[in-house]
Antibody
Framework: EVQLVESGGGLVQPGGSLRLSCAAS????????MHWVRQAPGKGLEYVSA????????DYANSVKGRFTISRDNSKNTLYLQMGSLRAEDMAVYYC?????????????WGQGTLVTVSS | DIQMTQSPSSVSASVGDRVTITCRAS??????LAWYQQKPGKAPKVLIY???NLQSGVPSRFSGSGSGTDFTLTISSLQPEDFATYYC?????????FGGGTKVEIK
């Protein structure tokens, strides 16, 4: 069974930093591209970032480009999101997500999410 | 960026009803579209990928159609567990973008 377990969320002040982690199990992590998707309270889904299976290729939403960095450690089956210069509008539940392998860039498995609160 | 426009934003329906949700892309995305279901406090779940392919384990009352810019998600006979919010997502190119969501509520 595919499992994605996020951690690292919490309360951070505006301008601060936070690193999210996603521990993957139940599949061969090193063969799948991965995404981060977020959802602000009461709002819809928003793409944040993606990384290829080997980490060679990354992509970011314009809203986080230059402030967030996605990375992965295939030896630890873990995905990361380093977030910096955090703003109130970054407050959201952050989901780790596995890219499906049958239809371009869709998600076939999601973690339970970790809440990031940005407030002074 | 490709904009995804979903309609309606909400729909009230009864158990057994046929429900149709539409999604329009601001430019052609071939068949690279996915549909997700999300219940309150839960992570989304994929229903349909590549516009019309049913994800394993998803009931056959869900179906998807369309290509290019116009897509449809149909629930043929609404069940109590289907009351949720549904999102489309273009899977054609980065940055990935989602529709605004359609909340299916009990009439």
């Amino acid at each position: 069974e595919v499992q994605l377990v996020e951690s690292g969320g919490g309360l951070v002040q505006p301008g601060g930093s936070l690193r999210l982690s996603c521990a993957a199990s139940g599949f061969t992590f090193s063969t799948y591209a991965m995404h981060w998707v977020r959802q602000a309270p009461g709002k819809g889904l928003e793409y944040v970032s993606a990384i290829s299976y080997n980490g060679d290729s990354t992509d970011y939403a314009n809203s986080v480009k230059g402030r967030f960095t996605i990375s992965r450690d295939n030896s630890k089956n873990t995905l990361y999101l380093q977030m910096g210069s955090l703003r109130a509008e970054d407050m959201a539940v952050y989901y780790c997500a596995r890219r499906g392998d049958r239809g371009h860039y869709y998600v076939d498995n999601w973690g339970q999410g970790t809440l990031v609160t940005v407030s002074s | 960026d490709i904009q995804m426009t979903q309609s309606p934003s909400s729909v009230s329906a009864s158990v057994g009803d046929r429900v149709t949700i539409t999604c329009r892309a601001s430019q052609g995305i071939s068949s690279w579209l996915a549909w997700y279901q999300q219940k309150p406090g839960k992570a989304p779940k994929v229903l349909i990928y590549a516009a019309s392919n049913l994800q394993s384990g998803v009931p056959s009352r869900f179906s998807g159609s369309g290509s290019g810019t116009d897509f449809t998600l149909t629930i043929s006979s609404l069940q109590p567990e289907d009351f949720a919010t549904y999102y489309c997502q273009q899977a054609n190119s980065f940055p990935l973008t989602f529709g605004g969501g359609t909340k299916v509520e009990i009439k």
